[in-house]
């Protein structure tokens, strides 16, 4: 007969130098030098607490960074959206510059020069 398997959560918080693993379900905590240590301390400690087989316990690991460090991380993601809007924005214009050149005649040749990239590059961009 194969054991159940139960899935526990671990919450994780960094104190100090060290990560801090709560499982409420269990009522028991544990520290970690590293977030690498986790899965396994965890399984450990709750198998060794209810007394049942590790295999039998899997855990889902939430990590808490802390506020300031959730902060920068936000930031850090606000930062690529924008990138990625400005980057959509900058393709727009250079797909336009392409198609100007070309529309006054301008061989794929001259237009890969002044976009500086290749004229199989160039032809792409009055394509698309």
Do not use: C
């Not at 399984?43 to 607490?49: D, K, Q, S």
């Not at 993601?77 to 809007?85: L, P, Y």
């Not at 797909?95 to 001259?110: I, N, P, Q, Y």
């Not at 237009?111 to 032809?123: E, T």
Request: hydrophobic share 45%; no cysteine; proline share 3%.
């Amino acid at each position: 007969m194969v054991a159940a398997v139960s899935t526990y959560t671990a919450m994780v918080t960094r104190d100090g130098s060290l990560w801090f693993v709560d499982i409420p379900e269990v009522g028991i905590a544990t520290q970690v030098r590293t977030l690498r240590d986790v899965d396994a301390m965890t399984t450990e400690a709750i198998a060794l607490t209810l007394d049942v087989p590790p295999d039998t316990v899997t855990v889902h690991v939430l990590i808490d960074p802390g506020d300031s460090v959730r902060r920068h991380l936000q930031a850090a993601e606000q930062s690529r959206k924008e990138s990625a809007e400005a980057n959509a924005r900058a393709a727009s214009e250079v797909r336009a510059a392409a198609r100007e050149l070309a529309a006054s005649g301008a061989t794929l040749r001259d237009i890969g020069r002044v976009l500086n990239v290749s004229h199989q590059r160039a032809q792409q961009l009055v394509k698309g």
